[in-house]
């Protein structure tokens, strides 16, 4: 199984439950917008502690609340894009991108990082820092910097809705290569039908 | 080095003096620690490796001995001052101490020796229920002495020390000699866990001719001129 | 102006005193200082009052604690004279402890601030990226708090430069060796004349302060870069 | 512990003299805080300079220069007294200025690091929707800005209940006028057998720092209501 | 004219220049990611100041190099909802709205609160503060300020992005009934084509 998810979380004063089982290699997770996308992605990479329920990816248990499971984050190597990106603003563009790669030495990256600088094209941005890059820039940078934390699977929270059609059509392809080609989970979250539609082989609704 | 000294901030250039003069006589030189006497019989109390103490007063050199930290039959006072009441120059020789505008700066009675004296001879000439309200105390001597001389207040009660060089634009209206009911006097003493081989030799320098004259140079008084102990 | 060498001796003691200070308060305070931004814990409010304590009582009161505790007679002082051999009281290791207690609660408030301004979110990314908490907090937490660790050792800094009344209480009045510039100025106040001596030293200490805080401002943006601000 | 009247008395003299301090210098502060944060004009690092002034300067020096600018002998002295009747030199006003230019750079400190992180953004956005620069800056960047305001009210606070140097030689040491906490402590610790005394309104001072501290967190957590922090 | 635009603007270090001029009620802007096109918003809202050229908008000049005009933004009245969202974290959300109103009292609405609140669905929101909000219910709070400004023209970077289709839905159909109603010009940043086709009449291309 790819996910298998089952939690109550309550990021707020509302109980939200979720349940994913899944053993495709791209899982879609679409609903309305606060219905709780985020949250349960943040339950599955260990930021945010389900009340009850257990997680598990690729076959590994991350959270059990009866067994008394709770891996740290930095345990789980989830690669993940945030919604609201989290760049280090003291840190360069480079230095964003060497900080995950540094983490992850002696683990098996899943793309080298010339390609993922090319593929987002991000060459460019290199050198700027973080709070100085438009809207879409910044998804872009987050989204590399998640591919280069030689992750065990990946959370990817519309990592399309910023990107004009010809860079989403590439990250779009690249993501497909990833998903084809790699052994590694991977989780979407998107409110487009057509990128859900051409990218995910099983979707959870939620709510 | 020498032995260490703990010397009354209002001694310290005649201190330094001394301390020259005995280096000069190819003696190591004695380590001053210069403070209020407060602040050094404190130190003392809590173990502070002093060989010699002379204090501003003779109360707080009563208070080392009964906490047992002075080595006996080593005190003997020093040197006295003169207590001395100076005024503004601009108006204050118009002015008298009983005017009703008149302020008076002194060491505060409380806790600095000289406003203690003042407020001897003030109650003595019975003025001092009347200038008390008017009364400015000042952390100490030297603070009252800027105070008259910026003009802040008419008067001050100082010491005859504090005025040796003359150049002060304060005038001196009178002056009270140590006396047996005016004990201005600095006693000095040897302390308990004094080892240091030149301690004695270094005090019994303080109380001789020479260094006399040079504490009479800084405006101290001989304290034979004073009550004998 | 002509400085002579005894008011050179001065002022290097002074910022010797003060970087001392300094650099080993500055450790404590922050780590303090993250305890009361990031933690809840009992008795976190006796703590707090604890660090501000320097602050609110008289110098010369905190120099009489530090000589009940650190004296030769005191608890701590007796323990590492006999253990160590060490003395604080009369040396300038005194005047540093005494400038760095002083300096604690100025310290601890600014880095305090600046460790509650750092977005948590960022502390989660770092996580997921594969830093254990301790990384995270190296990485992240540390070098974006470091307007507040700046403004922190400037002001510890400067009233390292300014402290009198512990100084002189605990660690003494000794020429060359506790007699920092604010001692010095002191004994100038109380000698008959001293004035002009008074106002070289304190114009040296503005001067002092004025070089630490062009130093500590430069530092502060030589770290953040080239960082810009938008609106 | 039973406080006597002239505790009492000493106590509330402090607490006025603190309280007027910081009240006065606040606006003074949070201005100088912001033009130091958001602005670069020539003269700004002397204008930093000078407000760390009596930080890095013995407080007894502080107190000196207060005499002689604000003395009836000086400049601005002279003037008040002449123009309004009114003097500052030994009596509780002068107090509070001594506290409150001691207080100064603390305060001043605190409040720039905070209005630093404001985010400017959040400006631009205040302006789009109507409002003039004057009042972006009272509806954002103040409120944002809390933080560093009660950081910096507490430290002045604070540093005004327990300032001293400076006190003693401005105001002078008048029972009932000027004499605040730490001036009652240092008397008691002047005088042979003070101890009792210095005790008891130490004890005093520490009972008021922590209430003064206890206020200002639960005031900063109730301006900031239930704002949650999220990881 | 809705738009007259001629600006060369210099966020970072490269100059970025712009050319718009449209009478449509509603134009698009449209373009890659980091072309500029939020650069030029800013500059016609008043929070970038262009290097040169001119910028009117409904026939009022808000900006001349040339003739040394630059009306403060506050007088600009741009109903601008950010790409960033930027909600006052120090104010609920109930409160983000309360001060678009009040500093348009004495102004023409262009829509009602309560209208505004039901058809973005943030009624449920309004106690709370932003920093508990998800990515799409920022974004919504973001465009019901923008659009409780009482404003002259409208800016909006992006709205839909973030949105799940049925909500994305609803507030397509506000913006293309406040256009048809009102004779406020609007400009719409976006990457969807059909967005575009579906509200602009004129479509800008940057790059
Ligand atoms: N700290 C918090 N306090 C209160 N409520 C919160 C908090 N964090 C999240 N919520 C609420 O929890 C719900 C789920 O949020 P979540 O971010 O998971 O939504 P989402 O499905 O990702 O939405 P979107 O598509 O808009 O990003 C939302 O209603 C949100 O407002
Ligand atoms: N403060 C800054 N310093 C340097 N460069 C900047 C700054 N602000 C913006 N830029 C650059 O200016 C260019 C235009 O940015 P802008 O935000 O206008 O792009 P955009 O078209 O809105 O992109 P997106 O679709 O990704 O939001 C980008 O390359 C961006 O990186
Ligand atoms: O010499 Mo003293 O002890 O300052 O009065
Ligand atoms: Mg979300
Ligand atoms: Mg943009």
Redesign the interface.
Known sequence: MSFEVEITVQPGEREISGRISSDARLTALVGASGIGKTSVLNAIAGLLRPISGSISVAGRVLFDAERGIDIPPEKRHAGYAFQDARLFPHRRVAANLDYAEKLAKGRKPIIARAEVVRLLDIDGLLVRWPDTLSGGEVRRVAIARALLSAPDFLLLDEPLAALDPERAERLSTLIERLRDRLEIPMMLVSHSERDVARLASKTVRMG | TGP?VFAP??M??AMTAIVVRWEAQGNSRP??????T??L???L?????ADIVITADA??M??LEQRDVLQAQTRADLVSNSLVLVASTREAQQLTLDDPDA?I?LG?P???PAGRYARTVLVRSGEWAEIAPR??????V??AL??VE???VEFAFVYG?????G??DAVIISTWPASPDLPITYPIARTAISSHPDAKRFSDFLRSPEAAAILVAY?FSDPVNGPSS | MIVTSAEWAIVMLSLRVSFVAVLVSLPIAYALAWLLARRRFPGMIVLDALVHLPLVLPP?VTG?LL??AF????EI?AWLYENFGI?L??NWTGAALAAAVMALPLMVRAMRLSIEAVDRRLVGAARTLGASSWKAFLTVTLPLSIPGIAAGAMLGFARSLGEFGAT??FA????G?TRTLPLAI??G?????GEDAVTRLAIISIILSLGALVLSEWLVRRAQGGRAHVL
Chains 1, 5 share one sequence.
């Open positions: 260490v901030a209002s310290q250039d380590v001053l620690n210069i403070a209020g407060p602040a019989a404190r130190q109390v809590e173990g502070a490796p109360q707080w009563d208070w302020r700066a505060d409380e806790s600095v009364i400015v105390p000042t952390e100490n030297r603070a800027a105070l910026r003009g802040e020390s504090d005025l040796r060089e150049k002060t405006g | 010369v009489w000589l009940i004296g030769r007679g005191g002082g003395t009281v009369f002189i209480t003494a009045n000794i020429a060796e002191y004994t106040l109380q000698t008959p004349g």
